[in-house]
């Protein structure tokens, strides 16, 4: 493909607006989260303890599910069942309990905290995770506003309590704790006495409490009398944790600037032509935990540059005009921080990011040629194209990219401020990627 080909294609993809993109961005993200389904093998347990094996959609719940679909074989018919109708079900290394418990529904965040103090319950209906089953129980919750509870049990499942909220101390708002969770463990642990001391240090989340737990089934030398020592954990859901991919991409670019001013008519009325250019760089995808990896937060480094001209006449008479030939060119180093979401289509992971870029500038070509012509006259100027160039530009950019094992494909639009920070004049980059990447 020659590159006036190339250009015609970009001039052309150049046409299409910002908001289209995100449109179809946004539409593909929504119907790859909520279209496709994931049976994999699991069972469930009915209310008079039968096991029946089968296929669970697995949807690797951030949330808490309300309900479960499931069919005995591959292409059985499908059942949904919720907590009243069965006991517990398993998929993969997750186990969930049917369960009718106590919540807390007063507010987490602390933008929302009150200056109150009461504890709200309500009753909820749900199935809870099983974090640990053995001798000593703990369970998960996650509700739909996105709190979390957690649960020990004995005959009963019962709630660890724990709010914040404000206090007013000497005329200042302070977050003030309620931990009644501290006392509830420290009697429901009362056999694991060596544990006691770690109590006061958990805190009321998943990876604190589940290595609380832990620790009471891993300490020796305990008593037979308190029965951890001939009982091992049944159960443990291992919490997920963020996971790291590392790669190389390379690719071209096509870069077009663009110029807004009053005065700066040699900027503004140019046609600057498209700079096709390589990039190359790395990239650290850190995966977030639940969603089946689906979402990410990828930073890349990377190298970019562009160089590209400019003419502009102006004409005063047909004895006196100035030609304008403008020279612009940068090389940047890039962070670019994205949010990704992949969907796996057989073989392949569909993804498409959204994020932002910082361009640190390396190096500048930043030159205005004036040839003047009066008459037999001809003068020639060389002066700054731009006077106040930004020592970092910032950029938005979305991709649509494919990814097949260690190998990737994407497609990247990026718009960005410039490199003008002068008073009456805007700059604008506009860049496309075709990048090819490898993961190691």
């Given amino acids: 493909m020659n590159n006036t080909y190339t250009l015609k294609i970009m001039k052309t993809i150049n046409k299409q607006s910002l908001r289209q993109i995100t449109v179809v961005l946004l539409q593909f993200v929504f119907l790859c989260a909520y279209g496709q389904e994931n049976f994999l093998p699991g069972y469930i347990i009915d209310l008079k303890g039968d096991t029946t094996k089968g296929f669970i959609d697995y949807r690797n719940w951030d949330k808490n599910p309300k309900d479960v679909v499931f069919r005995n074989d591959t292409d059985g018919i499908k059942s949904t069942y919720k907590p009243l109708d069965i006991s517990e079900f398993r998929v993969l290394d997750e186990l969930y309990e049917s369960a009718i418990v106590e919540i807390e529904t007063s507010p987490v965040l602390t933008a929302k905290l009150k200056p109150d103090p009461e504890l709200y319950f309500a009753i909820d209906t749900t199935f809870l995770q099983t974090v640990i089953r053995g001798t000593k129980s703990l369970y998960y919750l996650k509700d739909r506003t996105g709190k979390s509870h957690f649960y020990t049990k004995d005959s009963l499942f019962r709630l660890l309590i724990y709010k914040r909220y404000f206090k007013v101390v000497e005329g200042k708002n302070g977050v ?177 990011n959204a994020g932002l870029s910082n361009g640190v500038l390396l190096k500048e070509t930043n030159i205005r040629k004036r040839e003047i012509k009066y008459y037999t006259e001809e003068l020639t100027e060389y002066s700054h194209a731009v006077k106040g160039v930004r020592e970092m530009e910032q950029r938005f950019n979305l991709g649509l990219g494919a990814q097949l094992k260690k190998i990737s494909f994407e497609f990247r639009y990026e718009l960005g401020n410039g490199m003008a920070q002068a008073i009456q004049l805007t700059s604008t980059t506009k860049r496309f990627y075709f990048i090819f990447g490898y993961r190691f």
């Fill in 176 to 352: 003030a704790e309620n931990r009644t969770f501290l006392g509830q463990l420290i009697n429901y642990l009362e056999d694991c006495p060596d544990i006691q001391k770690k109590i006061k240090n958990t805190g009321y989340n998943r990876q604190s409490l589940e290595k609380l737990f832990s620790d009471c089934y891993n300490i020796k030398n305990m008593p037979v009398s308190n029965g951890f020592e001939k009982t091992e954990i049944n159960f443990q859901n291992k919490t997920e944790k963020v996971k790291l991919e590392v790669g190389l991409h390379a690719g071209m670019t096509s870069t077009s600037i663009s110029f807004r001013s009053e005065k700066r008519e040699y900027l503004s009325e140019a046609e600057f032509k498209p700079s096709l250019n390589f990039t190359y760089g790395m990239y650290f995808d850190f995966i977030l935990p639940r969603q089946q990896g689906r979402w990410s937060v990828c930073n890349e480094l990377t190298f970019t540059n562009y160089l590209t001209t400019g003419e502009y006449l102006d004409f005063e008479s047909d004895e006196k005009y100035t030609i304008n030939y403008t020279t612009m060119g940068f090389s940047y180093l890039n962070l670019n921080s994205m949010i990704r979401f992949k969907y796996p289509v057989k073989k392949i992971r569909i993804f498409a």
